[in-house]
Nanobody, 120 residues
């Protein structure tokens, strides 16, 4: 397993969760990293990515609520999710890949998903 995501669970609206994605060292150090999510009946969407240098890019609907970060010493990426809404309910996936163009990203490796449920 090259990417391993964890940290999902159930939370009430307005709550917070932090997802983690551990990657093998070779993948982590050489690649940009991203979080995607797929809600029931919807296509998978990229919600944030972070470059090797630490530059970040967010989907508009999560900007100012979610924060992506990476800990190079631990080869781990995080997604801090605050002010969660029911529409954030989805399976969340981590990915390693490369930035493309201006603000774009192309996945090369995928981790398994972790389910986040936001409900009262």
């Amino acid at each position: 397993v090259q990417l391993q995501a964890c940290g999902g669970g159930s939370v009430q609206p307005g709550g917070s969760l932090r997802l983690s994605c551990a990657a093998s060292g070779s993948i982590f150090s050489r690649n940009a990293l991203a979080w995607y999510r797929q809600a029931p009946g919807k296509q998978r969407e990229r919600i944030a990515h972070i470059t090797v240098g630490g530059s970040t890019n967010y989907l508009g609907s999560v900007k100012d609520r979610f924060t992506i970060s990476r800990d190079n010493a631990k080869s781990t990426m995080y997604l801090q999710m605050n002010s969660l809404k029911p529409e954030d309910t989805a399976v969340y996936y981590c990915s390693a890949g490369r930035p493309v163009g201006l603000g774009g990203y192309e996945s090369k490796y995928w981790g398994q998903g972790t389910l986040v449920t936001v409900s009262s």
